[in-house]
């Protein structure tokens, strides 16, 4: 059993609980391409069999995010289960629109992100303090779709790695529900756990090539083809996919062969 999975995780588990319980559904091993807190509700991609080696084309794609955030208030984990520790003035609906670019927050207390190899917000539910580090991020798209104060509704386009909780905290509120509903090309509404998509399909946002029975068998070997562009490529014969490849200065090498 080989390929994708997409789930909508609830709320409460963790992404690695939902990994597990897939591990056990289908008796193989998996992965996620890119974790979501235990609060967080939406999109998870899960990775069965040999396609988990696919993980690496997959957690730099754009999230897409749907939250609800109280404004006027900061709390320590930038949701609701935090404690509040300060009372902001509320932004209007352009001044949070014009939260777009390049920015630089901190990483939320409740994150997922590891810190001296534990999760934050397992430090955070026992009281450890923790001096979070900050990331670089890009939000491509902001738009407001309901605003009444000291509440807001906004749908977000980011880069991999962005917390939409430091986004809230930026505001000067902290987020009530976090929702992801897109992952690259991959959508919420198109998830089923037990539909089990095929390793190809995990790679739609990459350029592919078509190989024949000779090529297909000297990338299963790891020899080069000869092709043109730069980054990686999908490597298929037939329905199925052999490998992804490392194309540049005039040549495609075998990187992950997984069939």
Same mark, same amino acid.
């Given at each position: 059993m080989n390929g994708l999975v997409l789930v909508d995780k609830p709320a409460g588990p963790s992404s690695f609980a939902v990994v597990a319980r897939l591990r056990a559904k289908y008796g193989t091993k998996a992965g996620h391409a890119g974790t979501l807190d235990p609060l967080a509700t939406g999109l998870l991609?899960?990775?069965?069999?040999?396609?988990?080696?696919l993980a690496r084309y997959l957690v730099g794609l754009d999230k897409r995010y749907v939250t609800e955030i109280r404004l006027?208030?900061?709390t320590t984990t930038g949701d609701g289960e935090g404690e509040?520790?300060?009372?902001t003035p509320i932004p209007t609906r352009v001044e949070i629109e014009a939260l777009t670019g390049d920015v630089e927050l901190p990483i939320p207390?409740?994150?997922?992100?590891?810190?001296g190899g534990e999760r934050a917000y397992r430090l955070h539910r026992r009281g450890v303090?923790?001096?979070?580090? *900050?990331? /670089? +991020?890009?939000?491509?798209?902001l738009r407001v779709t309901r605003y009444a104060s000291p509440f807001v509704e906004v749908v977000l386009r980011v880069s991999s790695g962005t917390y939409v909780?430091?986004?809230?905290?930026?505001?000067?509120?902290?987020?009530?529900?976090?929702?992801?509903?897109?992952?690259?090309p991959f959508s919420v509404e198109d998830a089923d756990e037990e539909r089990v998509l095929p390793p190809l399909a995990a790679l739609v946002h990459l350029p592919a090539r078509e190989l024949d029975e000779v090529e297909a068998? *000297?990338? /299963? +070997?790891?020899?080069?083809?000869?092709?043109?562009?730069?980054?990686?490529?999908?490597?298929?014969?037939g329905a199925g996919l052999v490998a992804v490849g490392r194309a540049g200065n005039g040549a495609i090498r075998?990187?992950?062969?997984?069939?």
């Open positions: 991609l899960v990775l069965l069999g040999r396609a988990t080696r006027g208030l900061r509040v520790v300060e009372r207390a409740a994150s997922a992100v590891r810190v303090e923790v001096d979070m580090p *900050r990331r /670089r +991020s890009t939000i491509h798209d909780r430091a986004i809230a905290d930026a505001l000067g509120g902290h987020c009530r529900t976090l929702r992801r509903t897109a992952v690259g068998a *000297r990338v /299963r +070997s790891g020899q080069p083809l000869e092709g043109e562009g730069e980054g990686p490529v999908a490597l298929y014969l075998p990187e992950t062969v997984v069939g």
